[in-house]
Nanobody, 114 residues
Framework: QVQLVESGGGLVQPGGSLRLSCVFS????????MGWYRQAPGKQRELVAT???????NYVDSVKDRFTISRDNAKNTVYLQMNSLKPEDTAVYYC????????WGQGTQVTVSS
């Protein structure tokens, strides 16, 4: 059984930065595609970024050049570094692990506001 626990969300001013972390509890972390998704109020959940087991990153256009996904296989952790944050980045951010099965974390709130 896999569990995902996100942390690092909070309130930040426009232009600021946050780093989200997702700790993976279980086995074979290095076989999973890890991803960050977000859901804003009244909107559908959307992909933000994913990282393959080999370390290839993929981003939605709206966050390219601002967000960076990374993983530390020794710590079973995936990160999302978010820079130049905008009010439209406000959402609950979820971690996802995909391999033979599909797992989600409980989410962490990110609010970008002055």
């Amino acid at each position: 059984q896999v569990q995902l626990v996100e942390s690092g969300g909070g309130l930040v001013q426009p232009g600021g930065s946050l780093r989200l972390s997702c700790v993976f509890s279980g086995s074979a972390f290095n076989r999973y595609t890890m991803g960050w998704y977000r859901q804003a109020p009244g909107k559908q959940r959307e992909l933000v970024a994913t990282m393959s087991p080999l370390g290839t990153g993929n981003y939605v256009d709206s966050v390219k050049d601002r967000f960076t996904i990374s993983r530390d296989n020794a710590k079973n952790t995936v990160y999302l570094q978010m820079n130049s944050l905008k009010p439209e980045d406000t959402a609950v951010y979820y971690c996802r692990a995909q391999y033979l099965f599909d797992y989600w974390g409980q989410g962490t709130q990110v609010t970008v506001s002055s």
